[in-house]
């Protein structure tokens, strides 16, 4: 093996380290800003929620939060589930995604969508690199 080749690969590895490094102490700063702005706001069904989508990680839930899963989560009924998030709303703790009625979906406004974007991408990249090695 050429030692420019195992550089070339020792520095890429590093670099891509230290990418995941940041994605990851944005998010978990983004987390305490979260919790700063709205710890004190937030009822116990609420305070379930976002700590559940804080154990999701950067990837938050999958497919966002509605309703169904809010309900889910706090075994609460559809009239408080729904009057919990019109709240979060409210507050600006939740952002709505495009799309209304039943198949309204809400991220945490901490949680940057071009952060999300940025860690898909590096782990499709990832992937692609381990399964089409180019040594």
């Known amino acids: ?3 420019n080749q195992w550089l070339d690969y020792f520095v890429e590895t590093t670099m891509f380290a ?6 990851k102490i944005d998010f978990t700063l983004g987390k305490a800003r979260f919790y700063d702005a ?3 706001q937030l ?4 305070a379930k929620v976002v700590t559940r989508i804080f154990a999701e990680g950067i990837k938050e839930l999958e497919g966002g939060l509605t309703n169904k899963k809010y309900r889910v989560i706090t075994r609460c009924s559809a009239t408080t589930a729904t009057r919990d998030i019109t709240h979060l709303l409210h507050i600006g703790a939740l952002n709505q995604r495009k799309g209304g009625g039943r198949s ?3 991220t945490l406004a901490t949680i940057d969508q071009t952060l999300l974007s940025r860690w898909q991408s ?3 990249t990832e992937l692609i690199e381990k399964t089409n090695p180019q040594h």
Do not use: G
Request: glycine share 0%; hydrophobic share 30%; proline share 0%.
């Open 1 to 3: 093996m050429d030692l």
């Open 18 to 23: 230290q990418a995941i490094t940041k994605l």
């Open 38 to 40: 709205f710890a004190d």
């Open 43 to 46: 009822n116990k069904r609420q």
């Open 104 to 106: 309204t979906h809400y």
């Open 122 to 124: 590096t782990q499709k």
